[in-house]
């Protein structure tokens, strides 16, 4: 099993250390888990003139999944566009043809109150949304800015999904759901719009291949309001692009901290990123303070999506809740009854606890 690794830019080569500490620890325990390093990002663009340099890409293409850090820094803003390094991290998303993004939204009885919710609302969430990356009104055609009739500027875009689209979005959702709560939730606007009429109707008829799931239909407007006021109800959503963009930003403020959660996305093979869903955040890089458990988790959601290694996924999973319930907590998750501990510190005891 071969794991490209690319740290990336501000924190993200401190939190990779300790998903990579960890990683080793499954190593020692007889998990044959390969590792090779590669730059992206800005320091794609430091060490080869390209955020996302061709030796990175290659990498990429010939292992079984990726685990990446975070990307960006002030030092890359006036670069042109094409050499930013969000461009490399766009750029390996399309190469990779990832078009199943995962987003968890979990949160530990222990962390309720960084929650703007209250705590009987959102203490023991656990959800997925599974969101539709690479179609949708942000890559359908017709598009753009042009006079229109009446003489006045107007902008257009088109919502479009094909069958085979949905179809192994759809696949990969109620996948998902096999290796969890086995409940999808498949969220569209079908009473308003035809693209998701065909969404519902070839949703039906993949859900006929796996009967153990137990699937149900939610409007966006009502998704987007039953996750502030029940999100508990929900294991697995489905979703599409622009509405999976916004409640997968909402569900994951329902836990309060972008330091505790992982995101995946995946191919039709189920070769994924793995990444945190926080940047770079050069505020506190080189510090020893950022929050290292986003990405021990992506590692774990990288064992489990990728490998099928439940077990293995299981215990750095276990491991994390455990050292939350002892009490350890880097800045950003701190309280004053807690232990604050730094980033490298936070990783020792996740080691530990495995
Ligand atoms: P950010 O997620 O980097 O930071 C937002 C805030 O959260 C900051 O105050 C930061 O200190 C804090 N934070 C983030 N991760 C943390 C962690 N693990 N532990 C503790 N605190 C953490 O978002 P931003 O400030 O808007 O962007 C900074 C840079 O990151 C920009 O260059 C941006 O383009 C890039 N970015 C990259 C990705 C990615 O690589 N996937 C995603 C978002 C932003």
New binding site residues.
Partial sequence: MKIAVLP?D???PE?MDQAVKVLHALVSDGLALEMEFAPI?GAGYDAAGDPLPAATLDLARQADAVL???????R??SLPRPMR??QG?LRIRKELNLFANLRPAVLYPELAGASTLRPEVVSGLDLMIVRELTGDLYFGQPRGIHINAAGEREGYNTMRYSESEIRRVAHSGFRIAMKRGRKLCSVEKANVLETSELWREVVVEVGREYPEVALSHMYVDNAAMQLVRNPKQFDVMLTGNIFGDILSDEASMLTGS??MLGSASLDEHNKGMY??????????AGQD????L?TILSAAMMLRYTFSLDEAADRIETAVRRVIAQGLR???IYTPDTTRVGCAAMGDAVVAAL
């Fill in positions: 990336g501000g924190i993200g939190v990002g990446l850090g975070a990307v960006g820094g002030h890359y803003d390094p969000e991290l972008i330091g990444e945190p869903i926080h940047g770079s955040a050069p505020d506190i303070i950022a929050n290292p986003a880097t800045l950003d």
